[in-house]
């Protein structure tokens, strides 16, 4: 078995974990790769490790079998702009806080290599969003796709802005207010989730279009089918406002047209025996306990 490890080089928490986990590694006889980035940061400490490393997606072929993503949410969305089309299944260990795509506790991680070893997991295939525009912007090159969501916000204004939407070339509405999130199943349970959007399963055909403090009290967050192809025009007070894909964030204009769509590729997940998406909903959100008691 052969596995890629990424984490977040700025991270003390995680650093300590990820000494556990080479342990793990070693004596399991586990072939390991370190992002060149995240290794510079834990040699700082230990000049004296040595261990292979990856520069970027191109390093990233068919000989990997799994992707370590060892940090909180955040990390694993970073995670994706290092596998992007490789096919190379991305599973997530959390040292962060809440985690509902890093779903292996600091605590199980032997646990959950062992299953890893045994093969008792499942893939699962989680929709991504991609975005073009009318202009050339260099950040989205060759990083236009986003796993939990893309969202338009005001930038440099207390003031709220405009979205202009349509659905499949038909004018849905104008949202008057401080932003509009397009999310994928996946991140449902994030941003969209803060500003009252719904929570979707991650194998559903959906995505939820939730507006961020509407000026008008009957706009309501709405699920759509994810083919639709959704074109976005805004206007702001600033000309200006930001364009945000996962944690990648853009400015763009009153000028900017964006259209976003499902991407053409989608991203590996795994997902152990042990756990399920219901579990995580009831674990995270707490459901079912009375803290009364």
């Avoid at 793990?24 to 490790?49: A, H, Q, S, V």
Wanted: net charge neutral; hydrophobic share 35%; charged share 25%.
């Amino acid at each position: 078995m052969k596995i890629g490890i990424y984490g977040q080089p700025n991270n003390e928490i995680t650093k300590k974990y990820v000494y556990y986990l080479i342990d793990i590694f070693k004596k399991k006889n586990i072939e390991f790769l370190f992002e060149e980035k995240f290794y510079i940061y834990l040699k700082g400490d230990n000049p004296k490790i040595s261990y292979e490393v990856f520069k970027d997606y191109y390093d990233l072929n068919s000989s990997f079998d799994l992707f370590f993503s060892v940090g909180g949410d955040g990390t694993f969305l970073r995670s994706i702009t290092l596998v992007r089309d490789s096919n190379i299944p991305i599973i997530g260990i959390n040292t962060g806080r809440l985690g509902f795509l890093a779903t292996i506790q600091k605590d199980d991680m032997e646990s959950a290599v062992d299953m890893l070893i045994k093969k008792e997991y499942t893939i699962q295939k989680r929709a991504l969003l991609k975005v073009t525009t009318n202009e050339d912007i260099e950040e989205l090159k060759d990083l236009n796709f986003a796993l939990n969501e893309i969202s338009i916000s005001r930038k440099n204004t207390a003031s709220m802005i405009t979205v202009e939407t349509y659905l499949d070339d038909e004018y849905l509405t104008t949202y008057w207010s401080d932003g509009l999130i397009i999310s994928t199943p996946t991140g449902s349970t994030g941003y969209s989730l803060s500003c009252g959007g719904p929570i979707i399963s991650p194998g559903s055909k959906n995505l939820a279009l939730t507006p961020i403090a509407p000026h008008s009290l009957s706009v309501r967050p709405l699920v759509i089918p994810i083919k639709t192809k959704i074109e976005i025009k805004v206007d702001s007070r600033a000309n200006e406002a930001l364009l945000t894909l996962d944690s990648r964030v853009i400015t763009i204009t009153n000028k900017t047209k964006i259209i976003i769509e499902k991407n053409e590729f989608s991203i590996k997940t795994v997902q152990l025996n042990n756990r399920s998406f219901i579990k995580t909903l009831r674990e995270k959100l707490l459901w079912g306990e009375d803290k009364r008691n």
